[in-house]
């Protein structure tokens, strides 16, 4: 008998949730430091893997519980090239981290009892370089070039999809999404929006969902907005064809800035209820939306609520 085929949330109108903000939950709720803010090196060590397996067969056995599928983002936000470099690891060193961390998500869906059709694992991107700076020199090719290093590991340790975070620049997205396309496996493109309701780089969100799109023939699957807080984001959508091209949220939990987050030396949770109700409300007024998580100061408790809330509204 076949295995049931793996469903991505672009095929469909069901609601997926994602994980949260790993990092923050990592360092202030579990002390571990992270060299270039990196976690996949934590699979090192087994206290450290075991808290990420606490944290991610939590967020598993909630979508167990909502009845959703559920998508592990990988732990290899930092785990390219350059970022690489900067943390002592190879090549070769880089890849097995990469195929690490996907080992670690089917432990977690099997331990949790999430069915292999709701098992999405995501090779997740992150910038090349600083996500809050623009990183304007980085051109299309030498974007697709570098990032499609790690999107042919991911798909050696087979991923379903993989998804770029906290990106800023039109340059970085379209040679991501190009990289992905070439390699067979489906992209999505996560912006940040600032406090004027653009990316860093000074595009409005339209502006560069279009660019992407025009520079990739619609290469990616969809779109998604992330470490960003609904009070900056959801002004900036409009009720028109483009905005339909974002499936995906993923917000942090404080409407603080992106600067005074870093620099405040302890976790910022804000209020998950409020949290879930205004995803309620943006899927209310954009229901194209399917995909929810979370990002700095989020984690399954907030997912939780999250899911709730949005089921109870549907």
């Known amino acids: 008998m076949s295995q049931p085929t793996t469903r991505l949330p672009h095929q469909t109108d069901d609601i997926f949730l994602t994980d949260g903000g790993t990092e923050t939950w990592l360092m202030y709720k579990r002390g571990f430091e992270l060299p270039e803010f990196s976690a996949f090196h934590l699979l090192n060590d087994e206290r450290s893997a075991q808290a990420l397996r606490e944290y991610y067969t939590a967020f598993a056995r909630v979508a167990v519980k909502l009845g959703t599928p559920f998508i592990f983002d990988s732990l290899t936000y930092r785990a390219s ?11 070769e060193g880089l890849a097995e981290m990469n195929h ?29 370089g600083d996500a809050y700076q623009t990183n304007q020199d980085l051109t299309v090719e030498s974007a697709e070039t570098y990032h499609g290093e790690q999107i042919e590991t991911f798909k050696a340790a087979g991923a379903d999809i993989v998804t770029a975070l906290t990106l800023n620049t039109t340059n970085e997205a379209i040679g991501i999404a190009r990289a992905a396309a070439k390699a067979g496996i489906p992209s999505v493109i996560a912006f940040t929006i600032e406090k004027d309701r653009r990316l860093r780089s000074g595009e409005t969100l339209k502006q560069a969902i279009e660019t992407v799109d025009a520079g990739t023939e619609n290469a990616p699957a969809y779109y998604m907005i992330n470490c960003s807080h609904p009070v900056d984001f959801g002004p900036a959508l409009a009720t028109e064809p483009w905005a339909n ?9 404080s409407s603080l800035d992106h600067g005074t987050l870093c620099q405040l030396g302890h976790l910022e949770e804000g ?5 879930a109700s205004q995803y309620v409300d943006l ?5 194209k939306m399917n995909v929810f998580g979370g990002c700095c100061g989020t984690d399954y408790v907030h997912v939780e609520k999250i899911g709730r809330a949005l089921l109870a509204a549907a």
């Open 271 to 275: 209020n998950p209820d409020e949290l």
């Open 100 to 128: 690490k961390c996907f080992e670690l998500y089917r432990e977690c869906a099997a331990a949790a009892g999430l069915a292999p059709e709701d098992t999405l694992i995501s090779g997740c991107i992150g910038p090349k």
């Open 81 to 91: 090239r350059d970022w690489g470099v900067l943390l002592g690891y190879s090549t």
């Open 245 to 253: 091209r974002i499936r995906g949220l993923r917000a942090n939990a």
């Open 283 to 287: 899927r209310a007024a954009h229901p």
